[in-house]
C-alpha cells in the first residue's frame, strides 16, 4: 500500500498543526484544561463541537445517494434561481458548464466569478497556477464571503483529495464551505485491482468532514510529465480505468493531451463505458464549434483558455463565455 507521504498526506490528526500553520486557521491549543486560559477553553469547546458536526456531516454524507448522469443537474438546481440563465441548462441539451478562474488577487477572482454568474454557468471553479496553494484561501474566504449561495469549487494545482480534503474541511468548519473540489490527479492507478492510494484518499476524505463533489482527475494530461500528475494510460485501459474511477468519486474528470486541446471521441467513448452511470467530466479545450461533440456522453465541461481575452489568462471574455453557453443550450 502507498504511504501517506507518497499520497502528499497523513491521517487528520497529523495534519492538523501543519494545515494550521501554512493556512491561517485558528488553533485551539494543545495542554490540559486546567493550564488554559478561558480563551482557550472557549476555543478548545468550540473546536470540540465543530469536530462533532464534521461527524455528524460524514454520517450523512455516508448516506446520500451516489450521484448519477439522471441527478446531477437536479441536484444543482438549489445553486439556480428559478428563470435564471443557468437553471436553463437544466432544461438544454448539452453538459453542465463550469467557468475556471486562474487566480491572480482576490479582486481579479471576485470580478471574473461575477461576470460567469451573470451569464449563467453552473458554477465556477478556482484554480492556482502562479502561487501556493495557502496563499489561495483567503481568496476562496472573500468570494464566500460575497457569493454565499453560488456553486464555487476549487482546485489546488497538483495537489490531490489527501492534502485537499483536511483542508476543506477545516474550511468547512470556519464557515468557507467550498462546494466542490477538483483534483489534476485522483491517483487511480492504471490496469491495477488494488487502487491503494485512492482507498487512502476515499478514507481522508471521509473524515475531514467535507461533504462536498468531487472532480478527479482520470487519464488527465501531463504534458510536462509532472511527478505529481497522471502518468499515461494507454487507450485499451481507458475503460477499465474509468471504471475504477467511479468508484472513488462523484465526477470522472479527464482531458484531452495538453491544455486547450480537446479529447478525443475515441477516448471519451471507452471512459464512457467504464463510468457506466457515474457522471463524466471533460477539462479541456471545449468550444463553441465542438462541444455538440460531447452531448451524449459528457455530463459536465470545464472551460478556461477558450472564454479568456486574448492574452490574459486571468481574466474571462464575456463574448467568448457568451458565444460557449449557447453553444451548450443548444441555441
Known amino acids: 500500500m502507498a504511504s501517506h507521504e507518497e499520497l502528499g498526506a497523513t491521517t487528520v490528526d497529523e495534519m492538523d498543526d501543519c494545515i494550521t500553520e501554512l493556512c491561517g486557521f485558528k488553533s485551539a491549543g494543545t495542554g490540559g484544561a486546567g493550564s488554559m486560559s478561558e ?12 469536530n462533532d458536526v464534521a461527524a455528524i456531516t460524514n454520517s450523512a454524507a455516508s448516506q446520500r445517494p451516489k450521484l448519477t448522469r439522471d441527478t446531477i443537474k437536479h441536484s444543482l438546481k438549489r445553486y439556480w434561481a428559478e428563470g435564471s440563465k443557468a437553471a436553463a441548462l437544466c432544461d438544454g441539451p448539452g453538459p453542465l458548464l463550469f467557468a475556471v478562474i486562474h487566480a491572480k488577487d482576490a479582486q481579479q477572482v471576485t470580478q471574473n466569478v461575477q461576470l460567469a454568474l451573470e451569464e449563467g454557468v453552473a458554477g465556477v471553479f478556482i484554480i492556482n497556477h502562479d502561487f501556493d496553494y495557502p496563499q489561495l484561501l483567503p481568496i476562496l474566504r472573500q468570494v464566500r464571503g460575497c457569493f454565499p ?31 466542490a473540489y477538483w483534483a489534476d490527479n485522483a491517483c487511480i492507478q492504471d490496469a491495477s485491482i488494488d487502487q491503494a492510494s485512492a482507498e487512502m484518499i476515499a478514507s481522508l476524505r471521509q473524515k475531514s468532514g467535507w461533504d462536498g463533489l468531487y472532480f478527479g ?24 480505468v474509468a471504471e475504477a474511477a467511479s468508484r472513488y468519486m462523484d465526477i470522472v474528470t479527464t482531458s484531452g493531451p495538453d491544455t486547450g486541446v480537446a479529447p478525443d471521441m475515441q477516448k471519451i467513448t471507452l471512459m464512457r463505458g467504464g463510468c457506466l452511470d457515474t457522471p463524466l467530466c471533460v477539462a479541456s479545450g471545449v468550444t463553441p464549434h465542438n462541444v455538440q461533440n460531447f452531448f451524449e456522453d459528457v455530463d459536465c465541461v470545464f472551460a478556461a483558455s477558450s472564454i ?24
Do not use: Y
Request: with cysteine; net charge positive; charged share 25%.
Open 39 to 50: 480563551d482557550r477553553v472557549r476555543s478548545a469547546a468550540m473546536e470540540q463541537a465543530l
Open 217 to 240: 482527475g482520470t487519464a488527465f494530461k501531463n504534458a510536462k510529465q509532472h511527478l505529481k500528475l497522471c502518468a499515461p494510460v494507454p487507450t485499451e485501459n481507458l475503460t477499465q
Open 149 to 179: 449561495d453560488a456553486f464555487v469549487g476549487v482546485n489546488f494545482h497538483t495537489i490531490n483529495g489527501g492534502e485537499a480534503f483536511p483542508i476543506l474541511g477545516r474550511l468547512a468548519r470556519e464557515g468557507v464551505k467550498m462546494d
Open 308 to 331: 479568456q481575452k486574448t492574452g490574459d489568462k486571468t481574466m474571462l471574455d464575456r463574448n467568448k463565455l457568451q458565444a460557449l453557453l449557447s453553444a451548450v443550450r443548444g441555441s
